[in-house]
């Protein structure tokens, strides 16, 4: 059972911003998320486009949002529990929570705090008939850990920015790894795109374009794909393959905790006042994307907000009797759970003779 004070479903930049401030109120804070990395959309969708509305930073690319992020907290050191959805919801008798995830794990916490977005990503699978009968058998839509393809063939298909990333990547981990993508053009970071060009120049990716893969075919595990080309039947053709990994991005579902009784209004969690993101249940909160109100931005930087007054509450909660006082970071700094302490230097006084 892992215990916290604030348990966070979703790491993308409110849930992780939700860290430190909780952080510098002396909340320990746990982290689940169904994708296998942190930052959410930023790292799974777009990591290497720019974002140009977070203060402070004329532009800014989602990735390296994510990794600021991450340096912010680590002094915080948070929990994380990843690759794992969280499924089921237990309130106790002391008003607490016991979350349960697709596999098991168990978390336990006073305050749980929803920062999943636009809801748990689900990944968008190529319409093949027999393409379940695969799962988790060959085929796989997400990568979890690349070292489960060293020395074995790959082929991925897609043309954004996860199949292109994950393409370089493997080339130096997987003994063969082909793109297949449907159009000669490609989506994702000019960079990324060059790169792929050059690995296959060399023969270490090979790239079918444009052409998609129409079917699967192994017993208890997969064996190879066919492949269209040019969407003509007669070009169609076998490929021996260990793994498959389609990559055609996620598609975002509130999944169970849409059942968690909470009020649900158009695919958002319903909160009930805009001072603390409270839900109608109480200690359950839920801020950014997957939050609605009257008013409502789908910003990070409202999420930033959001993250920042339900921290206030969620401590008000957890220590009743205790009086919170609120201190710049400008004055009393910033002090760790590791012993770490930024701090401003120090004026020193020094006196005339």
Known sequence: MIKTDILIIGAGPTGLFTVFEAGLLKLKCHIIDALPQPGGQLSELYPKKPIYDIPGFPEVK???????????????????TLGERAQDIERQEDGSFIVTTDEGTKHHA???????????????????????????????????????????????????????????????????????????????????????????????????????????????????????????????????????????GLSPKLGPIADWGLEIEKNAIKVDNTLDYQT???????????????????????????????CQSAFAKIHPNKRNVLKYTTVGGVTGFDGTKKEAPKSVIRSID
């Open 280 to 310: 109608n249940i109480p200690g359950i909160y839920a801020i950014g994307d997957v939050n609605t109100y009257p008013g409502k931005l789908k910003l990070i930087l409202c999420g930033f907000h959001e993250a920042t007054l339900m």
């Open 62 to 80: 989602a990735g390296q949002l994510v990794d600021n992020l991450m340096e912010q907290i680590k002094s915080f050191q948070p929990g994380f």
């Open 110 to 248: 006073p305050i749980v705090a929803i920062a999943g977005g636009l809801g748990s990503f689900e990944p968008r699978k190529p319409p093949i008939n027999n393409i379940s009968k695969f799962e988790n058998k060959g085929i796989h839509y997400m990568v979890k850990d690349p070292e489960q393809f060293r020395d074995k063939s790959v082929v991925i298909a897609g043309g954004g920015d996860s199949a292109l990333d994950w393409s370089i990547y493997l080339a130096d981990v997987a003994s063969e790894v082909t793109l297949v993508h449907r159009r000669n053009e490609f989506r994702g970071a000019l960079e990324s795109v060059d790169r792929v060009k050059e690995l296959k120049d060399i023969g270490k990716i090979k790239l079918i374009t444009p052409a998609e893969i129409v079917d699967v075919h192994g017993d208890e595990h997969l064996e190879s794909v066919s492949i269209r080309k040019n969407n003509n039947p007669e070009e169609d053709y076998s490929l021996e393959t260990d793994y498959f990994i389609p990559l055609f």
